[in-house]
């Protein structure tokens, strides 16, 4: 999953492509596909974090999903805005909800939306609805490897 070994990537948009409206506040407002490869040796699980750095008030985080079970390499599309899945934990997103919230930027320039994810050689011991700032907290020291794909959003 670090750049030498692995990747992450959707089958709805490429890295620095755009995000098709139907995983926007203007569409459906679904989780997009996503998979990967090149698990590390001793993955215990994963963290898929995504957030938007050009939102006018600062990073604004759009999911936080932890303990995504280390056997899977993909999630399919529209994960249920559910603080437990099959898929693993949901935290709570900036919106103030559970599971993803899509891109919804001020008209203008196009924002960058990061999909980051994480191989940890742990499960984190947090309750389902912890923030961004909880799971990363508790992911320090546990990172076997990452991945990006960056989507881009627009609006008018």
Known sequence: MNQARGFILSSIFENNGKIPAKYTCDGDDVSPPLRWEGQPD???SY???VDDPDAPMG???HWVLYNIPADLNSLPENIPKQKETKYGLQGRNDFGKIGYGGPCPPKGKPHRYFFKLYALDIKLNLPPGASKREVGKKMEGHIL???QIIGLYGRG
Request: charged share 0%; aromatic share 8%; proline share 0%.
């Open 47 to 49: 963290v898929l974090i």
């Open 59 to 61: 990073v604004f985080t």
């Open 145 to 147: 490897a990452q991945a």
């Open 42 to 44: 001793g993955t215990a």
